[in-house]
Each structure stands twice: as C-alpha cells, then as structure tokens.
C-alpha cells in the first residue's frame, strides 16, 4: 500500500530536519538547504524553484529597500550594455565602485576595510583586467552546448577569467563572481554567503576553491532543473539563478516572509488536502 499523504509529508519534514540540523553563519540558510534536500525530478520540482524565484525583487527590497533595486537594475542594465557590443565589453572603476560594489554589499555583508584597496586601483587597470577576464569569460561554452571533453578546459577558463579580475587590489573570487555572472550568468553563479554555506560543507570562504566548487553545484542543479522542466521548456535555468533562487528563500527566512516560504514549500496546500481527509475519514466513522 501506498504511503498517505500524511506519512509523505512526514518523511519530507523527517529528511529536512536532517539537513537543516547544521549550523549556518548566515541567517536563513536553513531553508536554503531544505529546498536543496527536496527533489528535482519532475516538473511540479522545477515549478517550486520558480515560485522562489519570483520572490527576488521583494527580498531585494526587504534587504535593502528601494536603494539595492535600483542597484540591481543598474547591474542588468550595465550586463545588457555588454551584450550589445562584440569583444570591447569592459568595467569602468565608476561601475565598479558605485554599482558592483554597493550591490554586493547592500545584498550581503559590508566589508568596508576593501574601499581603499579597490580605490587605489586606476581606471585604465579596471578597465584592461575586466575586458581580458571578459573575453575568457566569452570563450566559455554553455551547459547545454558542451562536449564532455569541453569540461575541463572550461574550468581553466573559469579559472583564469576569475584570476584575472583578481589583478585588481581588493577583488576577490566573491567580487570577481559578482562581475562575471552579470556578463555570462550561463557559467558562473555569484558568491553569495548564503550560497557558499549551502552548498559547501566546509567552513564558509572565498578562496578561487570554494568558488569553483559551488559553481560547479550551481552548474549541476541548473542542469537538474531544466531537465525536470520536461521536453521543450529546458535549458533557462542558470547557476545564477540557482543562486538567486538559494539566496531569496534563506532571505524569506531571515526577514519572516512566512506566506511566502509556505507558497514555495507548498505547505498551505497539503496541510488542506490533510485536513480535508481527515474530514473525510471521519465522516465515513
């Protein structure tokens, strides 16, 4: 016999409370790492990531107000700037200081100490370094595309496009992610903490590593997601938006969007259908 729908609401419940036993630095990443630990088989899977995911502009607005939004538009449009163009696309130390930097630390934790260092580097050094990790970053092929035999020369692109970006004082693999998911959010995710503490098991950190080990996860569920979004409605899932889906449900924890973590994880609905066999059952009695 078939277990009920109760019993599989257990089991759910059971295998949650296993994951989200760890302890996390970063609030809300709990629940993060529950809508990890659920299945990403089917289409009803997919379609639960979809739902987080349109609750991004409003934890951008929990966390931030009005101020990270724009931010985050600012961003998509520099990104749809470099898109438009063929082989020049490049950071200038403006965007860099007024709209990298400001959204990275508006969306995440300030880390103020870095402001001299990333203000000592020169404008012509901005620029030069982020076209080169730009074009690395251009040569890679998406997930979708990709022989086998692509794969490890893609990670040495990876690499090197983050090593490059690094030239510049005070960048680091996190702010260096922040600028190449923006120009190919098919290959790399951005390090956020929340990321980083879910999908890597050791003590959170921001070495090229830890980065390539996460987006390599980013990358994975991605290709997880698009498959279980059925023949046909493939191939738009990203490691970005994988990030941005882990990102926005640890937010809604941290900020008690509770409605919201209840629409994702489908709560309301089964505690219903629980409710109304109960109902049922005991109307047969």
């Excluded at 059971?14 to 990890?36: D, F, H, I, N, Q």
């Excluded at 990403?40 to 639960?48: A, G, I, L, P, Y």
């Excluded at 870095?114 to 020169?122: C, H, K, V």
Aim: neutral net charge; hydrophobic residues 30%; aromatic residues 8%.
């Amino acid at each position: 016999m078939p277990p009920s729908k109760r019993s599989r609401t257990k089991t759910k419940t059971s295998a949650a409370a296993t994951v989200t036993s760890r302890k996390y630095t970063r609030p809300g990443v709990e629940a993060a790492a529950r809508l990890l630990s659920l299945p990403r088989s089917s289409s009803t899977d997919e379609h639960r990531w979809n739902v987080a995911l349109t609750y991004y502009e409003s934890m951008l607005r929990s966390k931030g107000g009005e101020t990270l939004v724009h931010l985050d538009e600012r961003r998509n449009a520099i990104a749809r700037e470099w898109n438009s163009v063929d082989n020049t696309a490049y950071l200038t130390k403006d965007q860099l200081m007024d709209v990298i930097l400001k959204w990275k630390f508006a969306k995440g934790k300030p880390r103020n100490a870095l402001i001299p260092l990333l203000q000592s580097n020169s404008p012509q050094s901005v620029m030069e370094y982020s076209k080169r990790a730009l074009e690395y970053a251009s040569s890679t092929s998406s997930p979708s595309t990709k022989e086998s035999s692509d794969v490890q020369d893609e990670g040495n692109t990876i690499s090197l496009a983050i090593k490059e970006l690094c030239h510049l004082k005070g960048v680091g693999p996190a702010t260096a992610s922040a600028i190449l998911s923006m120009h190919n959010p098919d290959i790399f995710a951005f390090m956020d903490d929340e990321v980083i503490e879910c999908l890597y098991e050791g003590k959170r950190g921001y070495t090229l590593k830890i980065y390539e080990e996460v987006n390599a996860r980013c990358m994975e569920i991605a290709g997880e997601l698009n498959s279980a979004a059925g023949p046909g409605k493939g191939g738009e899932w990203t490691p970005y938006q994988v990030g941005q889906v882990l990102w926005t449900v640890a937010t809604m924890k941290a900020w008690k969007e509770e409605e919201g973590l209840s629409e994702v994880f489908e709560e309301r609905e089964e505690c219903t259908e629980d409710l109304e066999g109960e109902k049922k059952s005991k109307r047969k009695r």
